[in-house]
């Protein structure tokens, strides 16, 4: 079965992006091989991240910058909380490819593709054919949250349990451990895994046939085998840098009302007193009508 790349990304991208992987690991201080989640501080520490549930399940992510051709310039990145957290890990990963200029550093409403287990830019998803560019942070994400080296080690690891599960579930469990490991969603886990050579285009092609729901589907496997639990939470955190923070400090420093700052913490689901703030009310202060009637009187 062909890859989804439709023979866009030639063997030069490829290395390219390996080479920028080491070279980006050396770079930000990256250590720790398996990245998993921690996608999401490596992003923090490059722009802004705003944190929320939305019910439009198609949008994965957006990600805008200052229009501007400062180095400097502020970046800011979306991700919908309100999909499964495999989903916003992978989301993370792919703006990085952006912001990291892996892949061509434009602003981006990135949205669920026609297979649903890939993102695309909403540009292009009429089409349902993404650009090259989108296909190199696909692949960048995929090639860095899955390493090389620890998903053969962890392959030949799952191999050896394999033995334990039924023939009709047993190459499904391999994938399924590695989607649990690495927080990783279905198909970009398959589609690894015949890439490093780990399983053949055969197999990779009945692994893609696997339905996403209903009788033997990957849903109704992953709770028989007690797996991705993780994978498929809807975590619907709301956060937003240290957006908290600043709405507090504008109200000790009077710039902001009892009322406002209120409002602002509702957002995310925070009131002051939770934050140890006593609830007062705020200084009211006489209209001009009010005071011109009070002289009158006078």
């Given at each position: 079965?062909?890859?989804?790349?439709?023979?866009?990304?030639?063997?030069?991208?490829?290395?390219?992006?390996?080479?920028?992987?080491?070279?980006?690991?050396?770079?930000?201080?990256?250590?720790?091989?398996?990245?998993?989640?921690?996608?999401?501080?490596?992003?923090?520490?490059?722009?802004?991240?705003?944190?929320?549930?939305?019910?439009?399940?198609?949008?994965?992510?957006?990600?805008?910058?200052?229009?501007?051709?400062?180095?400097?310039?502020?970046?800011?990145?979306?991700?919908?909380?309100?999909?499964?957290?495999?989903?916003?890990?992978?989301?993370?990963?792919?703006?990085?490819?952006?912001?990291?200029?892996?892949?061509?550093?434009?602003?981006?409403?990135?949205?669920?593709?026609?297979?649903?287990?890939?993102?695309?830019?909403?540009?292009?998803?009429?089409?349902?054919?993404?650009?090259?560019?989108?296909?190199?942070?696909?692949?960048?994400?995929?090639?860095?949250?899955?390493?090389?080296?620890?998903?053969?080690?962890?392959?030949?690891?799952?191999?050896e349990?394999?033995?334990?599960?039924?023939?009709?579930v047993?190459?499904?469990?391999?994938?399924?451990?590695?989607?649990?490991?690495?927080?990783?969603?279905?198909?970009?886990?398959?589609?690894?895994?015949?890439e490093?050579?780990l399983?053949?285009?055969?197999?990779?092609?009945?692994?893609?046939?696997?339905?996403?729901?209903?009788?033997?589907?990957?849903?109704?496997?992953?709770?028989r085998?007690?797996?991705?639990?993780?994978?498929?939470?809807?975590?619907?955190?709301?956060?937003?840098?240290?957006?908290?923070?600043l709405?507090?400090?504008?109200?000790?420093?009077?710039?902001?009302?009892?009322?406002?700052?209120?409002?602002?913490?509702?957002?995310?689901?925070?009131?002051?007193?939770?934050?140890?703030?006593?609830?007062?009310?705020?200084?009211?202060?006489?209209?001009?009508?009010?005071?011109?009637?009070?002289?009158?009187?006078?």
């Open positions: 079965m062909s890859h989804p790349d439709g023979g866009l990304l030639k063997e030069e991208d490829i290395l390219r992006i390996r080479e920028d992987i080491a070279r980006l690991r050396k770079e930000k201080n990256i250590v720790n091989q398996d990245i998993k989640d921690g996608v999401f501080s490596l992003l923090e520490n490059e722009c802004k991240v705003f944190y929320y549930p939305i019910n439009d399940f198609k949008l994965w992510a957006f990600y805008q910058k200052e229009d501007n051709e400062d180095v400097n310039s502020r970046k800011f990145v979306f991700i919908n909380t309100n999909l499964p957290y495999e989903k916003q890990v992978f989301a993370a990963a792919h703006e990085l490819a952006h912001i990291w200029e892996v892949s061509e550093d434009l602003p981006e409403t990135l949205v669920t593709s026609a297979d649903e287990d890939s993102p695309i830019r909403m540009e292009e998803a009429e089409s349902a054919s993404p650009s090259k560019n989108e296909l190199i942070a696909n692949r960048f994400a995929a090639e860095f949250l899955m390493d090389e080296q620890t998903v053969r080690d962890l392959y030949e690891q799952c191999v349990k394999k033995t334990a599960y039924p023939k009709e047993a190459q499904i469990s391999l994938v399924l451990c590695l989607m649990d490991y690495y927080l990783a969603p279905y198909k970009m886990t398959v589609l690894r895994l015949e490093l050579g399983i053949s285009p055969k197999e990779e092609e009945i692994l893609l046939a696997v339905p996403r729901e209903g009788e033997n589907s990957i849903s109704q496997l992953q709770k085998l007690s797996r991705c639990e993780r994978n498929n939470e809807i975590t619907k955190v709301k956060k937003f840098a240290d957006f908290i923070n709405a507090i400090q504008d109200y000790k420093k009077e710039l902001v009302t009892f009322a406002k700052m209120k409002q602002l913490l509702s957002i995310f689901d925070m009131t002051p007193e939770s934050m140890g703030i006593a609830e007062e009310k705020d200084q009211e202060f006489f209209t001009s009508e009010e005071l011109d009637a009070m002289l009158e009187d006078e």
